[in-house]
């Protein structure tokens, strides 16, 4: 008997041989009279074995049979489920093996066979967090995650993503062999074409979201010079996409957390479906996002949302690519990475002036654009023209002959007889 059951009897017994009433042993033992009545009967029929709860030792009817309990043993540790979290690996269970278990469940037969968690919980850190912007697309937080997302089957890459702050949604996301505007291009025009032009973007300060000259002198600031952009920085502009720049990891949390979980949950995944290369986890991306929303996602508090659609005209190809400047020479040519192209248009007349200082635009595909006045003008690549040089003269050999005085030089009109002769 334990403590508590044996000082529930000693009570029990004193109501039994009279020494206090009913009322004064469920006093006692804070428990209704009549639940008194019942203990009285079970202890003058059974003695002290009456206390003890019937359930005691017998095995629950709604209890995991131990063959069930052995089998999530051997998948939990086998390498296809291995570094699964309790909550990843119950999920997994009903989905791949038909197992429906719980979270708890897991643990408790986790902790029954001794064995630790993939990670250890901490204490909970008192903060207070910012609070979620009330609209879908009023506020995207971008950032890469370089992780060894395919474990030793391959060597690891980027993960590029984008997470809307009212939603908790992953709105775009795309794996690159490393970190690159590229694929901050990509991710935007993958979030553009399905929800449309969200309100602000959040960063960190890595120099593809800014410039490195971005300082301006008072000087600079006075005479009104706009601000230097980087590449990603001038396509937000053109979008009307207001650009926060982070100054710690702390301040876009949202998307901090959401690599932490990915990389909890996506290795595992990618495994368990067999992807051995970054192609490969391409392909089955949208089938994790989508799972992944379906999970994690929340309703925001205002249904309507904050994301635009593209204006008429606007191309994201011409808007998310890589800008240079050159000068239009004769011919509608310019020089651009040791080759030569030539403006590819049915029109006539010349277009642009020549002189004329453009905007060269080159596309994800790798297509050349120049930007004048608002319009793209494809470019295709032409040969340089040949100019005919004048043929060059010939040098005189560099050899100097010996200088012959001619016969009517003073030197040769010097008579020989008044020439001294040494004795």
Same mark, same amino acid.
């Given at each position: 008997?334990?403590?508590?059951?044996?000082?529930?009897?000693?009570?029990?017994?004193?109501?039994?041989?009279?020494?206090?009433?009913?009322?004064?042993?469920?006093?006692?033992?804070?428990?209704?009279?009549?639940?008194?009545?019942?203990?009285?009967?079970?202890v003058l029929e059974e003695g002290e074995m009456g206390?003890?709860?019937?359930?005691?030792?017998?095995?629950?009817?709604?209890?995991?049979?131990?063959?069930?309990?052995?089998?999530?043993?051997?998948?939990?540790?086998?390498?296809?489920?291995?570094?699964?979290?309790?909550?990843?690996?119950?999920?997994?269970?009903?989905?791949?093996?038909?197992?429906?278990?719980?979270?708890?469940?897991?643990?408790?037969?986790?902790?029954?066979?001794?064995?630790?968690?993939?990670?250890?919980?901490?204490?909970?850190?008192?903060?207070?967090?910012?609070?979620?912007?009330?609209?879908?697309?009023?506020?995207?937080?971008?950032?890469?995650?370089?992780?060894?997302?395919?474990?030793?089957?391959?060597?690891?890459?980027?993960?590029?993503?984008?997470?809307?702050?009212?939603?908790?949604?992953?709105?775009?996301?795309?794996?690159?062999?490393?970190?690159?505007?590229?694929?901050?291009?990509?991710?935007?025009?993958?979030?553009?074409?399905?929800?449309?032009?969200?309100?602000?973007?959040?960063?960190?300060?890595?120099?593809?979201?800014?410039?490195? !000259?971005? *300082?301006?002198?008072? #000087?600079?600031?006075?005479?009104?010079?706009?601000?230097?952009?980087? /590449?990603? =920085? @001038?396509? +937000?502009?053109?979008?009307?996409?207001?650009?926060?720049?982070?100054?710690?990891?702390?301040?876009?949390?949202?998307?901090?957390?959401?690599?932490?979980?990915?990389?909890?949950?996506?290795?595992?995944?990618?495994?368990?479906?067999?992807?051995?290369?970054?192609?490969?986890?391409?392909?089955?991306?949208?089938?994790?996002?989508?799972?992944? !929303?379906? *999970?994690?996602?929340? #309703?925001?508090?205002?249904?309507?949302?904050?994301?635009?659609?593209? /204006?008429? =005209? @606007?191309? +994201?190809?011409?808007?998310?690519?890589?800008?240079?400047?050159?000068?239009?020479?004769?011919?509608?040519?310019?020089?651009?990475?040791?080759?030569?192209?030539?403006?590819?248009?049915?029109?006539?007349?010349?277009?642009?002036?020549?002189?004329?200082?453009?905007?060269?635009?080159?596309?994800?595909?790798?297509?050349?654009?120049?930007?004048? !006045?608002? *319009?793209?003008?494809?470019?295709?690549?032409?040969?340089?023209?040949?100019?005919?040089?004048?043929?060059?003269?010939?040098?005189?050999?560099?050899?100097?002959?010996?200088?012959?005085?001619?016969?009517?030089?003073?030197?040769?009109?010097?008579?020989?007889?008044?020439?001294?002769?040494?004795?």
């Open positions: 008997m334990t403590r508590v059951e044996l000082h529930r009897y000693k009570v029990i017994r004193q109501h039994v041989e009279g020494f206090i009433t009913g009322g004064e042993a469920a006093e006692l033992l804070g428990i209704s009279i009549r639940q008194v009545y019942r203990l009285k009967k079970r206390i003890i709860h019937k359930n005691r030792g017998r095995k629950p009817a709604h209890a995991i049979p131990d063959e069930m309990r052995k089998i999530i043993l051997e998948l939990y540790t086998s390498d296809r489920y291995r570094d699964c979290n309790d909550h990843h690996f119950a999920e997994l269970l009903a989905k791949h093996e038909g197992i429906e278990v719980s979270p708890s469940t897991v643990r408790r037969i986790r902790c029954d066979a001794q064995m630790k968690p993939k990670r250890k919980r901490r204490t909970p850190k008192a903060h207070r967090p910012r609070e979620r912007k009330p609209q879908a697309g009023m506020l995207v937080q971008m950032d890469a995650s370089p992780h060894h997302w395919l474990e030793d089957r391959a060597e690891p890459f980027s993960l590029h993503a984008a997470i809307d702050d009212a939603t908790g949604k992953i709105v775009a996301a795309t794996f690159r062999s490393q970190e690159d505007a590229a694929g901050y291009f990509m991710i935007t025009q993958q979030m553009i074409e399905k929800h449309g032009i969200p309100m602000g973007i959040y960063s960190d300060r890595h120099t593809i979201f800014r410039s490195p !000259n971005e *300082k301006q002198t008072i #000087e600079q600031e006075l005479a009104g010079e706009p601000m230097p952009l980087s /590449q990603f =920085g @001038q396509a +937000l502009k053109e979008l009307g996409i207001t650009h926060i720049k982070a100054t710690t990891p702390q301040t876009k949390g949202r998307i901090e957390r959401l690599f932490q979980t990915l990389q909890d949950r996506w290795v595992v995944e990618l495994r368990i479906r067999g992807v051995n290369t970054l192609e490969g986890a391409n392909k089955i991306l949208p089938e994790l996002i989508e799972d992944h !929303n379906q *999970k994690f996602a929340v #309703e925001p508090q205002e249904p309507e949302s904050a994301f635009v659609p593209l /204006q008429p =005209g @606007q191309s +994201l190809d011409l808007i998310l690519c890589f800008r240079d400047r050159r000068t239009l020479g004769p011919g509608e040519t310019i020089s651009y990475q040791g080759k030569t192209y030539k403006i590819h248009t049915t029109e006539q007349k010349q277009a642009i002036p020549v002189k004329t200082r453009v905007e060269v635009r080159k596309t994800l595909d790798g297509k050349l654009f120049i930007w004048y !006045n608002g *319009k793209g003008y494809p470019l295709r690549e032409t040969t340089k023209p040949q100019h005919q040089t004048a043929p060059k003269k010939e040098k005189a050999s560099s050899e100097k002959k010996p200088h012959k005085p001619a016969a009517n030089h003073p030197w040769r009109q010097f008579p020989k007889s008044r020439i001294p002769r040494r004795a």
